[in-house]
């Protein structure tokens, strides 16, 4: 396989870092994490800028770009924060859902304006007592007439809160089936009555915000459910991959940012008349970040490419997934411990990255389930 960019990647990579650079410079994203805003003015020149559409397929008014280009888009992005590419990536995994699942109309309805910047994507599935167990989801959806009522609640639904945004609902719609085989999905406009969205406290990812769904008696249409009734989890399950390798290119770019301001940070600090960076300890730490992020960039460029052949990847993608998220773990804690008293100030980004850091060994799939998906596939390497 061939990691070296063509001339399309790499013009797209510069135009984007070009973009955040005008756009998103450290002291505005600052104020943003400060504040708990993801500004809409932002998002609606992502959309203009072309960035939501890649992420839509061309028959719906995207241009659905292959993966190998949407996680350079969202890596540079991601140098600024996780949360900005985030709110992009919400929306692939949402278009992604619809154009292999939804009916014709609801594709032609909902993701042209997707692609737009007109409406927004979130994805609502775990609930207060279920996390990895996702498919013990309690929410209930019962049938009345020629509507669906639904009743339950959810938690950390990502971005659930964006003005103009309808939620992608995980609901029980036959409690006598086993788990997976009662579970459907439903578009939830998140401004529907009795739908009440409670944004989370969190240590961070203030930008973008989780939050609690709470839904009392919410009606929605016959025609709001995706991809029929009790056909949910093949929906939620079927492109799990994409959602990984995502996960792992926004993880990426705030890996990049943070060696490369630890770096910065090491050869600018003098201490007994030299440069930080010189002496053997602090020389040893940036070695291991800059390998491990050099290794995550390959993992994640790899399950990428496996995804664009039409390989199986569900293994590499849990691997990228795995081993981005836990590197970024390891980088960030690595840079406050460089930086010193310097890092446990608002002075520098390193906290926020720290900060940020912490959520990504968890969601998404925490790293034990990466781990278990990986070890059903063991026999593969054993040669």
Same mark, same amino acid.
């Given at each position: 396989m061939?990691?070296? @960019? %063509?001339?399309?990647?790499r013009?797209?990579q510069?135009?984007?870092?070009?973009?955040?650079?005008?756009r998103c +410079?450290?002291?505005?994203? *600052?104020k943003w994490?400060?504040?708990?805003v993801?500004p809409?003015?932002l998002?609606?020149?992502?959309a203009?800028?072309?960035y939501?559409?890649?992420?839509?397929p061309?028959?719906?008014?995207?241009?659905?770009?292959?993966? &190998?280009?949407?996680i350079?888009?969202l890596?540079?992005?991601g140098?600024m %924060?996780?949360?900005?590419?985030?709110?992009l990536?919400?929306?692939?995994w949402?278009?992604a859902?619809? &154009?292999? /699942? =939804? /009916?014709k109309a609801?594709?032609e309805?909902i993701?042209?304006?997707v692609a $737009?910047?007109?409406?927004?994507? $979130?994805? $609502?599935?775990?609930?207060?007592?279920?996390? %990895?167990?996702?498919?013990?989801?309690? !929410?209930?959806a019962?049938r009345?007439?020629?509507?669906?009522?639904?009743?339950?609640?959810?938690?950390?639904s990502?971005?659930? @809160?964006a003005?103009?945004?309808?939620?992608?609902l995980a609901?029980?719609?036959d409690p006598?089936?086993?788990?997976?085989?009662?579970?459907?999905?439903?578009?939830?406009?998140?401004?529907?009555?009795?739908?009440t969205?409670?944004?989370?406290k969190t240590?961070?990812r203030?930008?973008i915000?989780?939050?609690?769904?709470?839904? $009392?008696?919410?009606?929605? +249409?016959?025609?709001?459910?995706?991809?029929g009734?009790?056909?949910g989890?093949a929906?939620?399950?079927?492109h799990?991959e994409?959602?990984?390798?995502?996960?792992?290119?926004?993880?990426m770019?705030?890996?990049?940012?943070?060696l490369?301001?630890?770096i910065a940070?090491a050869g600018?600090?003098?201490q007994?008349g030299r440069?930080?960076?010189?002496? @053997?300890?602090?020389?040893?730490?940036?070695?291991e970040?800059?390998?491990?992020?050099e290794?995550?960039r390959?993992?994640? @460029?790899?399950?990428?490419?496996?995804?664009d052949? =039409?390989?199986?990847?569900?293994t590499?993608?849990?691997?990228?997934?795995?081993?981005?998220?836990?590197?970024?773990? *390891?980088?960030t !804690?690595?840079?406050?411990q460089i930086?010193?008293?310097?890092?446990?100030?608002?002075?520098h980004?390193?906290?926020r990255?720290?900060?940020?850091?912490?959520?990504?060994?968890? =969601?998404?799939? !925490? /790293?034990q389930?990466?781990?278990e998906?990986?070890?059903?596939?063991?026999?593969r390497w054993?040669?």
């Amino acid at each position: 396989m061939d990691f070296s @960019q %063509s001339d399309t990647e790499r013009l797209i990579q510069e135009q984007t870092a070009a973009f955040v650079a005008r756009r998103c +410079p450290r002291d505005q994203v *600052r104020k943003w994490d400060e504040d708990g805003v993801f500004p809409e003015d932002l998002y609606q020149e992502m959309a203009r800028a072309g960035y939501v559409g890649m992420f839509v397929p061309e028959t719906y008014g995207g241009t659905g770009n292959p993966m &190998a280009e949407c996680i350079l888009v969202l890596q540079e992005f991601g140098r600024m %924060s996780v949360d900005l590419p985030t709110r992009l990536a919400l929306q692939a995994w949402g278009a992604a859902i619809l &154009a292999n /699942s =939804g /009916s014709k109309a609801q594709c032609e309805s909902i993701l042209p304006r997707v692609a $737009s910047g007109e409406t927004k994507l $979130s994805f $609502s599935l775990t609930e207060p007592e279920t996390g %990895s167990d996702a498919a013990g989801l309690k !929410t209930r959806a019962r049938r009345d007439g020629d509507d669906w009522v639904l009743n339950g609640q959810k938690v950390y639904s990502t971005g659930a @809160q964006a003005k103009d945004n309808v939620m992608i609902l995980a609901a029980r719609t036959d409690p006598e089936a086993k788990k997976r085989d009662g579970i459907s999905l439903f578009l939830v406009p998140n401004d529907a009555p009795g739908v009440t969205v409670t944004r989370m406290k969190t240590v961070g990812r203030h930008i973008i915000g989780t939050n609690e769904v709470f839904l $009392s008696d919410v009606r929605v +249409p016959a025609d709001a459910i995706v991809g029929g009734e009790n056909k949910g989890w093949a929906a939620i399950t079927a492109h799990l991959e994409r959602e990984r390798i995502m996960l792992a290119a926004n993880y990426m770019g705030c890996a990049l940012c943070a060696l490369g301001d630890a770096i910065a940070y090491a050869g600018e600090r003098n201490q007994f008349g030299r440069p930080i960076r010189d002496f @053997q300890a602090i020389k040893h730490m940036l070695s291991e970040m800059t390998t491990d992020v050099e290794a995550g960039r390959w993992l994640t @460029q790899n399950a990428a490419w496996r995804y664009d052949q =039409g390989f199986p990847c569900a293994t590499e993608a849990s691997m990228a997934k795995l081993f981005v998220s836990e590197m970024l773990a *390891r980088v960030t !804690t690595q840079g406050m411990q460089i930086l010193g008293g310097a890092a446990y100030t608002y002075d520098h980004d390193m906290q926020r990255h720290w900060r940020d850091a912490r959520n990504g060994t968890v =969601g998404g799939g !925490t /790293s034990q389930i990466q781990k278990e998906l990986i070890g059903r596939d063991l026999d593969r390497w054993a040669n």
